[in-house]
């Protein structure tokens, strides 16, 4: 059974920072893309960050690039979300997934709540 479990989200402050954490089992991810998408209440669904579990190439959405960092740590089957200089607009459900294309992403966790502060 495939399980992503995220965790570390919070509430913090304006200017503050967050690492969450996706904790992956079930399965080998070794030619998959890991994604970070968040969703604000009303909102659409938002590509936050993607990396390539393989070859460790990321890319960002352009409202968090120079704050956000994605990384994933194979011996631990854990993909991370460093969160830096949060902003109010960062507030959302944070969600980790898996697939075999940014496009297709088959597996989800259940989410992880991040509020920040003004």
């Known amino acids: 059974q495939v399980q992503l479990v995220e965790s570390g989200g919070g509430l913090v402050q304006a200017g503050g920072s967050l690492r969450l954490s996706c904790a992956v089992s079930g399965r080998t991810f070794s030619r998959y893309i890991m994604g970070w998408f968040r969703q604000a209440p009303g909102k659409e669904r938002e590509r936050v960050a993607a990396?390539?579990?393989?070859?460790?190439?990321?890319n960002y959405a352009d409202s968090v690039k120079g704050r956000f960092t994605i990384s994933r740590d194979a011996a631990k089957n854990t993909v991370y979300l460093q969160m830096n200089s949060l902003k109010p607009e960062d507030t959302a459900v944070y969600y980790c997934a898996a697939g075999v294309n940014i496009g297709t992403m088959a597996y989800w966790g259940q989410g992880t709540q991040v509020t920040v502060s003004s």
């Open positions: 990396i390539s579990w393989t070859i460790g190439n990321a």
